[in-house]
């Protein structure tokens, strides 16, 4: 299935389908990295870390299939999802501190 190009739609359309690529991606982001997060403290509490290690390959592989996804949709919708990731991370690193 092709997408519909962006090209076809008014200014004002872009602009909101855009912003909710954004809000998704930082929704995702944020969720993402604080799996990170929770997931770098099951690798190190743990004796056996294969838990952890499933967890991130999930997360890896739940991460580029989203990316994957959006990617078909034109590279306009998968930069905005990537900045939203982005400043998905930015938020969770500031909530979360450094690791002391």
């Known amino acids: 299935m092709i997408a519909p190009s962006l090209h076809d739609l ?3 359309s872009i602009a909101v389908i855009l912003l909710a690529h ?3 991606g930082l929704l995702v982001g944020a969720l993402y990295f604080h799996a990170v997060w929770w997931n770098v403290g099951l690798l190190t509490r743990r004796r056996i ?3 952890g290690i499933v967890a991130a390959i999930g997360r ?3 991460l580029a299939a989203l990316l994957w996804l959006v990617a078909t ?3 306009a919708p998968l930069l905005a999802t990537t900045a939203g990731i982005v400043a998905g ?3 969770v690193v500031r909530r979360l501190g450094r690791v002391r």
């Open 22 to 24: 954004a809000a998704g």
């Open 49 to 51: 870390p294969i838990i």
């Open 89 to 91: 991370r930015a938020l």
């Open 10 to 12: 008014p200014a004002w």
């Open 73 to 75: 949709l034109g590279a």
């Open 60 to 62: 890896f592989l739940f």
